[in-house]
C-alpha cells in the first residue's frame, strides 16, 4: 500500500463519517474534528473504520497523531511501515525486463 492508497482510504472513510465533505477542499493541517464538525463519536467511528479497512490497531493514546489530515496520513504511513524514501534510478524496473520480478529471488527455497 502506497501513501496514496492510504490517504484514499482516509478520505473515503471521512466521507462515510461526513457525506456532505469536499474532500478536494480540507485543509490537510486543519483539525478534523473541527473541519469537518464531527463530534467525539464520529472520529470514534473513523478511527475504528481505519483501523478496520487498514487491519491495524489504533491505540486510544494514538488517537491525537490523526488530529489533522496531514497527521492521520503520518501516522498511518508510519503504522503500516510503508516505505517513504524515493526511489532512485538504479532502482527503476527495467521495463524491458522479462522474467521473474528484479530483486526476488526466483527460486522455490528462497536461497541461491
Do not use: C, W
Not at 48 to 69: F, G, N, Q, S, V
Amino acid at each position: 500500500m502506497t501513501r496514496d492508497n492510504i490517504a484514499a482510504v482516509l478520505i473515503e472513510e471521512l466521507g462515510r463519517i461526513a457525506p456532505e465533505i469536499d474532500a478536494s477542499k480540507l485543509d490537510p493541517n486543519a483539525e478534523l474534528r473541527e473541519e469537518l464538525d464531527i463530534d467525539s463519536m464520529d472520529f470514534l467511528n473513523l478511527v475504528t473504520a481505519l483501523a478496520e479497512r487498514l487491519m491495524i490497531d489504533i491505540p486510544e493514546t494514538d488517537y491525537p497523531k490523526l488530529a489533522t489530515l496531514s497527521h492521520a496520513v503520518d501516522y498511518l504511513v508510519q503504522r503500516l511501515g510503508v516505505a517513504t524514501r524515493a526511489v532512485t534510478s538504479s532502482e527503476q524496473p527495467d521495463p524491458n525486463h522479462r522474467g521473474p520480478p528484479l530483486g526476488r529471488d526466483s527460486s522455490p527455497t528462497g536461497a541461491n
